[in-house]
């Protein structure tokens, strides 16, 4: 029969080749859930698939007459690939722009951006079948993608992420948050546990949660989760301890761009958690939008020199070179099938387009696509339609490489601007961090400014007597700068009324409430903890946030720190420098206020 012989497929371990060699993968199918066994494919999936692949006289689909679509073609103007300047690549030429501000944020004297046409048509006049027409794209699909998408991230998987088995597989999602529904029902029972950073991405713990999918905070550091936390969790695992909780086979982690702490984890850090993950056979869920947003280290202003590369070769050769700048994926080390990348086009071209793709082995791939046939079905046909015409035919995948290494440096000199607002409005001296807070790294410690007239000079290099108002670690990826603000400094700190007036507020709820009222909104800290929502809120506070070595009371109750995330993504120049000038004035009368 045509439907009910397609069973889950096998899970043995099978034998691959790479680079000529054998190499056996073990099997994983351990790993799946018990609704994800129990996955049998859409029977109307099947019919069209077998239409789209075979030239049939079809009358088995219930597929409406494309003629009956109103939109005739689509149409856009699309920038061209180098509308945004690069940052050189090591050994090439370069040349000094003093422009660069300008064009950020859109104030240059001639701000008409070059644009190209693109038009979908209903019909390719050719015949070809492949072509992206709205025909096919509009109509009902598989849930895998159109396959002139699937076809370009092959491509771009294979030439960017390069992965270490021939056999892994790529299929389409709408967007990383449905990505990741999909992986936690195919992979989790409710009651498990699911490894992440001690600070993660919202959404990933509200997934989980209405599963009864708990999140099991690993410690971080400048890179991200470290390797001997995770190791320590997992070798100390006790099931009676942890509730009943069996020992958690899947981690999730953001690591480029870490979200909220814009850290990028390196390839030895990677490898070493790989490893560690191969021990405990554990997955990998790798969430990387941020991918293509590696900045690097931040460097003040006085010591800034902003060069740009003045022209671009569509060529293997360019495109290679700057893809071995970036720290390398998880993917790359995966010799046993551990991993399930996610990729987004949500921070490369548009986030409305709920558009990306997944990155595993053909049986989690064949599963997840089990799990999208019923739910999300196939990506809205216009998003398709519209990237896979840019990415994929108007402009190949050299000058897509150009696109990205544009925004690149776009959100460099973001992160560049928002840091250097904060350093016009704080005095920062480079520090080494306290244990509790991103161990051993160097940050930026932030303290009033005495002396208004060093504004916008060198960051300091030496120890202030004043008291500490907040710390943080620049960026190196992503979009956002993650702030520690130091409640133990505050006078009101161990005081049996945090907040006259509101007994049951905390000193970060008071902080986050008087920003709004002063009119800036940042990312409240407590949105990002991962922490079970079922656990005391007290207990909780005592298990992940940590005090000073030197610093604070021990004797004192109250958590120590206070945590915000700072988006420099979207902000306007005027709008980071007014943001900063108001979170200058509202720390100065919260640390100032005894009352």
Not at 9 to 31: A, C, I, M, Q, Y
Not at 218 to 231: C, I, Q, S, T, Y
Not at 340 to 366: H, M, Q, V, W, Y
């Amino acid at each position: 029969m045509l439907v009910e012989n397609e069973m889950l497929p096998s899970g043995n371990g099978e034998t691959t080749f790479v680079d000529g060699k054998p190499r056996l993968v073990p099997d994983l199918s351990h790993h799946l859930s018990d609704l994800a066994k129990a996955r049998r494919p859409s029977p109307l999936k099947v019919l069209a698939r077998i239409i789209g692949e075979q030239d049939l006289l079809s009358l088995g689909g219930g597929m409406p007459h494309p003629d009956y679509f109103p939109f005739h073609t689509l149409s856009a103007q699309v920038l061209t690939p180098e509308a945004y300047e690069a940052r050189p690549l090591p050994g090439a030429s370069t040349e000094s722009t003093f422009g660069w501000f300008w064009r950020l944020f859109g104030m240059a004297e001639n701000t008409k951006p070059k644009t190209d046409d693109i038009t979908i048509p209903k019909y390719d006049p050719s015949g070809d079948r492949a072509a992206v027409q709205l025909s096919q794209t509009l109509q009902y699909s598989t849930a895998r993608g159109i396959p002139a998408l699937n076809k370009f991230i092959t491509e771009f998987t294979n030439k960017v992420y390069q992965p270490y088995l021939p056999t892994t597989t790529n299929l389409a999602h709408t967007g990383n948050t449905d990505g990741l529904h999909r992986i936690i029902t195919t992979l989790c029972n409710s009651g498990e546990g699911l490894l992440v950073e001690e600070w993660t991405y919202p959404s990933a713990l509200s997934t989980g949660l209405p599963y009864g999918v708990r999140p099991v905070s690993v410690a971080m550091d400048g890179e991200g989760m470290k390797a001997e936390a995770l190791d320590d969790v997992l070798s100390k695992w006790n099931v009676e301890e942890r509730g009943g909780m069996k020992r958690p086979h899947v981690v999730y982690l953001v690591p480029v761009g870490q979200n909220p702490s814009g850290a990028t984890m390196s390839a030895e850090r990677k490898k070493a958690i790989y490893e560690l993950c191969v021990k405990y056979d554990i997955i990998i869920v790798e969430d990387d939008p941020y991918f293509f947003l590696q900045e690097g280290p931040y460097v003040p202003s006085a010591y800034r020199r902003t060069t740009t590369s003045p022209s671009f070769k569509d060529d293997e050769e360019t495109s290679k070179a700057w893809i071995e700048t970036l720290s390398p994926s998880f993917i790359k080390f995966d010799y046993e099938g551990r991993v399930i990348r996610l990729d987004s086009f949500s921070k490369t071209i548009a986030p409305g387009s709920r558009l990306g793709f997944f990155t595993c082995n053909p049986l989690f791939a064949e599963r997840l696509e089990r799990a999208g046939e019923v739910s999300t079905q196939a990506p809205c046909g216009f998003g398709q339609s519209m990237i896979t015409k840019l990415i994929a035919d108007h402009w190949g995948f050299h000058n897509y490489i150009r696109w990205l290494q544009g925004l690149q440096l776009q959100y460099t000199q973001r992160r560049d601007r928002m840091i250097d607002h904060i350093a016009s409005e704080f005095h920062l001296s480079e520090e080494e961090s306290d244990p509790s807070f991103l161990s051993g790294a160097r940050v930026l410690v932030a303290r009033e400014h005495r002396n208004r007239q060093i504004r916008e000079k060198d960051i300091s290099t030496t120890f202030e007597k004043e008291k500490s108002w907040f710390s943080f670690i620049p960026p190196t990826s992503g979009m956002f700068v993650w702030v520690k603000v130091h409640l133990y400094n505050h006078p009101r700190y161990g005081k049996q009324s945090l907040t006259p007036g509101e007994p049951d507020q905390t000193l970060e709820e008071a902080l986050w409430a008087d920003l709004v009222k002063n009119g800036v909104l940042l990312g409240p800290g407590w949105i990002f903890e991962a922490k079970d929502l079922e656990e005391d809120q007290a207990v909780t506070s005592l298990l992940h946030q940590g005090r000073p070595p030197s610093e604070g009371n021990p004797d004192d109750h109250g958590p120590s720190y206070a945590h915000f995330r700072i988006a420099f993504s979207a902000a306007t120049d005027e709008t980071m420098q007014k943001a900063m000038a108001i979170f200058a004035k509202v720390l100065k009368k919260f640390f100032n206020d005894s009352q």
